[in-house]
């Protein structure tokens, strides 16, 4: 696993090696539970499926764990509401790949880390707050997930805060920031695939 884990976000994202869901789990801890065990099967077999088959291995669970629609709005800031269906529709698939690639570049290998989600969920307001653990021989890397309900009913991700206090998508729209002013989502665009490309050639 590499240090730059903020990256992973997308981010983010803390489980035991034989998660089992927990019956009457807090249905937000089952999601990062559910993320995380495809999470520790590909780092398992991380050098046999290469960068290109870990973000192939990571993409249903990263859609299925995250609200990237939402979140893709967010980064992008107040433009999007101008921007059209087909931008949208884009730049929501692009910033899909880039999510499942910032894992396949920063989980490359095992080295028997161990996951903890805590099962103490907090509610602030429409979200919950889910805490996890990525426990190594260095330092304990802190996770928290902020859930919302999507429209499907089922919790997802919308941000990760690094160490209690590193948003990742405030990140994100800060990065983003300049492409859109200067050029719009056809410039975001060529930027969220040339940082994709990035990380799996890394």
């Known amino acids: 696993m ?6 992973a976000v997308l981010a983010l994202a803390a489980l035991p090696a034989a998660a089992v869901h927990a019956q009457g789990a807090d249905p937000g801890v089952a999601q990062i ?15 046999s499926l290469g960068a290109d088959g870990r973000a192939r291995k990571m993409t249903p669970a990263v859609q299925q764990a995250y609200d990237l629609p939402t979140m893709t709005r967010f980064a992008v800031g107040p433009k999007w509401a101008a921007m059209s269906p087909a931008d949208q529709a884009a730049l929501i698939q692009a910033f ?5 690639a ?10 028997g880390e161990r996951f903890v ?3 103490a969920v907090e509610t602030r307001g429409p979200d919950k707050l889910v805490r996890a653990h990525i426990l190594s021989s260095g330092k304990p890397v802190d996770l928290t997930y902020r859930m919302r309900q999507a429209t499907d009913g089922r919790w ?3 941000d990760v805060y690094y160490n209690g206090s590193i948003s990742e998508l405030t990140t994100r729209r800060s990065d983003f920031s300049a492409s859109v002013n200067s050029g719009g989502a056809p410039a975001l665009l ?5 940082l994709t490309d990035k990380l799996l050639s890394g």
């Open 156 to 158: 997802k991700i919308i």
């Open 2 to 7: 590499k240090p730059s884990i903020l990256a």
């Open 102 to 111: 910032n894992y396949a570049n920063n989980f490359d290998s095992y080295s």
């Open 96 to 100: 899909t790949r880039m999510t499942a």
């Open 33 to 47: 539970q559910a993320l995380d065990a495809v999470l520790l099967d590909t780092m398992k077999a991380a050098k």
């Open 117 to 119: 989600v805590d099962p």
């Open 190 to 194: 060529k930027k969220i695939q040339a």
